[in-house]
């Protein structure tokens, strides 16, 4: 079973992009820096998927990501191709976006929140030997990106490629993120994480203090004080992370809502942008300016409808993608099979299907009650995840694919 607790931890950052990209508030950078978190839950989700399958993993993951962003390329690029963009050899990079792929005036804003998708295909192309470093190397391999982005902010560094940047900016939050599955965040004793929760926290707040953006505290303004500050929210939501959040399904409306916005994350994130670009002149002829918070109000709801919309009609990719049977609305209740007893509400990383085996809770995994867990045991935060055969049962492929924040982040 999922835990819960990552799934809310997705949700509310989802929820917090959308909302930053509506109104602009630079204080939510600082309240949820959701960008880094999610690139942790999903450098957590590799090192799962890395331990469990091997190099594959890096395969199964593209296939997770790459259709949804597909669909579309599908509808925009001939768009753009209509309205200025040049037909050049780059736009097959929105196939497989290694590098920017091109746009025209337009759509370089509405498209933009492609940049994660490019950052997040160069994390998974590096974390086999990512992981194999860290194992041996833990501390060091985990400074190094903050070192290298140090170099960068100092000037040491001048000129750095976009690939050094973005590796500096956020390959640290994906390391935090293997710390997390091997288990190494959840045995920091209290007198180690709080020191050092403290003084990576203060430091960035410093560096934010004193380098502010042209958008004042805005996180993505200000590459340094963004990953210090990110870190420290990690260590605490990861390292002091609970086994689990069972009390998030005890209300049946808020935990579909978590089921939807996890299992159609990738598309809320590739879709939201549009639909705020779009907006914008729209609502400002009618009067509902950024400045009214009555205004910002219906355009919150505005974009979170024109989302939900375009969700049921082409999220179900990402359940053909993961393997799963397609849905308009996924989450709801699943035919029982013949002669068993009624199926559950469906969550992501749940047995639905007849076929493989599925990674169940284990003795000594978090969250069984009775059971102490150990180094070396299985689960969310530990080094190998333990499987067991459950006859006529299959996994749906459970690694997320992650939404963060788009062109501003």
């Not at 490019?118 to 985990?142: K, N, Q």
């Not at 993608?321 to 969550?347: D, F, I, T, V, Y």
């Amino acid at each position: 079973m999922r835990n819960r607790y990552l799934d809310l931890l997705r949700f509310l950052a989802i929820i917090r992009v959308v909302v930053y990209h509506v109104t602009g508030w630079a204080s939510l950078t600082l309240i949820f820096p959701a960008m880094s978190v999610m690139f942790a839950l999903a450098g957590s989700l590799m090192a799962a998927s890395l331990t469990r399958t091997g190099p594959s993993a890096v395969v199964r993951r593209l296939r997770r990501l790459l259709p949804s962003l597909w669909v579309v390329a599908l509808i925009f690029v001939p768009a753009m191709l209509f309205t200025g963009l040049e037909p050049t050899w780059r736009v097959v990079l929105w196939l497989f976006p290694v590098a920017d792929p091109p746009a025209n005036h337009w759509g370089a804003l509405a498209l933009s929140v492609i940049w994660y998708l490019r950052d997040y295909l160069w994390f998974v192309l590096a974390s086999p030997i990512a992981l194999w470093l860290f194992r041996r190397a833990p501390v060091p391999t985990l400074l190094a990106p903050y070192l290298l982005l140090l170099a960068i902010q100092v000037g040491v560094l001048a000129d750095p490629s976009l690939v050094l940047r973005e590796f500096g900016l956020y390959f640290g939050a994906w390391l935090l993120g293997f710390a997390h599955h091997d288990g190494l965040l959840r045995r920091l004793t209290n007198r180690v994480l709080i020191p050092v929760v403290l003084v990576v926290g203060g430091a960035g707040a410093a560096w934010i203090l004193t380098h502010p953006g042209s958008r004042g505290y805005d996180l993505n303004d200000i590459p340094l004080g963004n990953a210090l500050w990110s870190a420290a929210f990690i260590l605490v939501a990861l390292g002091r992370a609970p086994a689990g959040a069972a009390w998030v399904d005890r209300n049946a409306v808020f935990g579909r809502a978590v089921t939807v916005l996890n299992r159609r994350a990738l598309t809320v994130y590739l879709w939201h942008m549009p639909f705020v670009v779009a907006l914008t002149p729209l609502v400002d002829v009618v009067g509902w300016s950024h400045q009214d918070p009555v205004g910002l109000a219906i355009r919150v709801v505005l974009v979170f409808a024109l989302v939900g919309l375009v969700t049921m009609l082409v999220g179900w990719v990402e359940d053909v993608a993961a393997g799963r049977p397609p849905e308009m609305l996924p989450g709801g209740r699943r035919p029982a099979p013949a002669g068993g007893p009624p199926a559950a509400p469906g969550r992501s990383g749940d047995v639905d299907l007849p076929g493989r085996s599925a990674d169940v809770d284990l003795p000594g995994r978090p969250g069984n009650a009775g059971s102490a867990w150990r180094p070396g045991d299985s689960g969310a935060d530990g080094p190998a995840r333990r499987r067991a055969s459950v006859p006529g049962a299959r996994v749906a492929d459970d690694d997320e694919d992650e939404i963060v924040q788009s062109p501003a982040r």
